[in-house]
C-alpha cells in the first residue's frame, strides 16, 4: 500500500529566509502524481504546487519550489522569501490512479509557523 | 466561478440522530470524494465516486453513505451519528484524469454528542 510520511510536525521560518518541508513517499508504480497543498487557519484546502513523476523537472511555482528524487521517493518543498501569510499546514499528498480508489493518500501535515 | 460547496459548515448533533452533509460541484468533474481529517491522522477517503451511480468504499467507510445520482451533487449520509464521527470533513472533485488536482469544498465541522 502507498504511503507518505512527513517526519517534521512543526517548522519554523524566520520571515523572509527560506523554509523546507520533507515528504517521503512509498509505492511500487512508476507513474503517479504529488501534490503539496496548504490549509490555513480557515481550514481551505489549497493547492501550492504538483509534480508528474514521469517529468524530472522539478516543479516551481513563484516562491514555491520542490525537490524531486524519484529513486529515492523524496519530495520536498522549499518556500523562499517566506511571508506571514505562509503560516499553515501542509500536507503533502500522493495520487495514482490506475483503475484504484483515485484517492489522494495525505501525510499526517507539517505547521509551518513565520515569525515576523 | 469554480468551485465545490459543502453544506453545512458546521454542525452539532446527537448521537443517533441522522444527518446529511450536501456537496455540489459546478465543474462537471466525473470524480468525487470525501475525506474526513482528524488531528495527527491527516486527511483520510471515506467514499468516492468515479461518476454518476459509481460509489465505492475508501479507506475508513464504517458508518457512512453516499449517492451519486446527478453528476454534481455527492451527498455524505450519517445513518446513525456516534461521537467517533466529530471530525473535519471535506469534499472533493476533480476530473477523471489523475494529474488534475483535486478541489475542496470548505469543509464542514461535525460535533457528535
Known amino acids: 500500500a502507498q504511503t507518505v510520511t512527513q517526519s517534521q510536525p512543526e517548522m519554523s521560518v524566520q520571515e523572509a529566509e527560506t523554509v523546507t518541508l520533507s515528504c517521503t513517499y512509498d509505492t511500487s508504480e512508476s507513474d503517479y502524481y504529488l501534490f503539496w497543498y496548504k490549509q490555513p487557519p480557515s481550514r481551505q484546502m489549497i493547492l501550492v504546487i504538483r509534480q508528474e513523476a514521469y517529468k524530472q523537472q522539478n516543479a516551481t511555482e513563484n516562491r514555491f519550489s520542490v525537490n524531486f528524487q524519484k529513486a529515492a521517493k523524496s519530495f520536498s518543498l522549499k518556500i523562499s522569501d517566506s511571508q506571514l501569510g505562509d503560516a499553515a499546514m501542509y500536507f503533502c499528498a500522493y495520487r495514482f490512479d490506475g483503475g484504484s480508489q483515485g484517492n489522494l493518500i495525505f501525510g499526517k501535515g507539517t505547521k509551518l509557523s513565520v515569525k515576523p | 466561478e469554480a468551485q465545490v460547496t459543502q453544506n453545512p459548515r458546521y454542525l452539532i448533533t446527537v448521537t443517533g440522530k441522522k444527518l446529511t452533509v450536501t456537496c455540489s460541484q459546478n465543474m462537471n468533474h466525473e470524480y468525487m470524494s470525501w475525506y474526513r481529517q482528524d488531528p495527527g491522522l491527516g486527511l483520510r477517503q471515506i467514499y468516492y465516486s468515479m461518476n454518476v451511480e459509481v460509489t465505492d468504499k475508501g479507506d475508513v467507510p464504517e458508518g457512512y453513505k453516499v449517492s451519486r445520482k446527478e453528476k454534481r451533487n455527492f451527498p455524505l449520509i450519517l445513518e446513525s451519528p456516534s461521537p467517533n464521527q466529530t471530525s473535519l470533513y471535506f469534499c472533493?472533485?476533480?476530473?477523471?484524469?489523475?494529474?488534475?488536482?483535486?478541489?475542496f469544498g470548505d469543509g464542514t465541522r461535525l460535533s457528535i454528542l
Open positions: 472533493a472533485s476533480s476530473p477523471r484524469i489523475s494529474n488534475q488536482p483535486q478541489h
